[in-house]
């Protein structure tokens, strides 16, 4: 409707924790997509685990952009409440097109670090790389630097959904989940 001048696919990392014979257990090293083996740390987590090989397989397209919405911890929704939603990007020039846009739209976003010195809280001494680290209370950026490793090159933007769920609604929607999201994509679209 918007007759965007762009080609969007759109990829569903979709996952549910479940407990079976085939399931992985803390400490076993798991072979992602892209080769890279990853030391499980915390069975919860499976969501970077899934979204790690989704960002994989659209990476091999070599698209121009890459953004991922995802609710993936916790800790994020300490780091910044519900009013904002996270965000993490390989392309600093990105960030303050994104931000422009979180208060443009009314859907406000704020930019957290993904610094070189992060990655040594994910180093494995068995594996290519940890899913993460049980007693860290900066699980939102880890899980970012994570995923950083499965895109390549590729410019990526990652929202962090801390405020998909809010009391009494945020902005235009005053239902608890706030569909957060579309209208910042839209107007980060345009600015791109």
Known sequence: QLKAPYEIDCWLAL???????????????VTAVNGKTIQVVHTDAEGRMVLADTLTLAAKLKPDLIIDFATLTGSMQTAIGSRYSGI????????????????????????????????EELES???????CKLDAEIDHILAACFLRRFVNETPWLHMDLSASRHQEGLG???????????????????KI
Not at 92 to 106: C, Q, V
Not at 125 to 131: G, R, T
Not at 173 to 181: I, K, P, Q
Request: charged share 25%.
């Open 125 to 131: 001494p068995v594996a290519d790389i940890k899913q």
């Open 15 to 29: 996952t549910e924790n479940q407990i079976g014979p085939t399931a992985y257990r803390p400490q076993e090293i």
């Open 88 to 119: 993490f990007c390989n392309r600093t020039d990105l960030l303050p097109k994104a931000i422009t846009a979180g208060n443009e739209s009314g859907e406000r976003v704020c930019a957290f670090p993904m610094d070189a010195d992060y990655d």
């Open 172 to 190: 235009a929607v005053d239902s608890e989940v706030t569909g957060f999201g579309v209208k910042w994509a839209i107007e980060f679209l345009k």
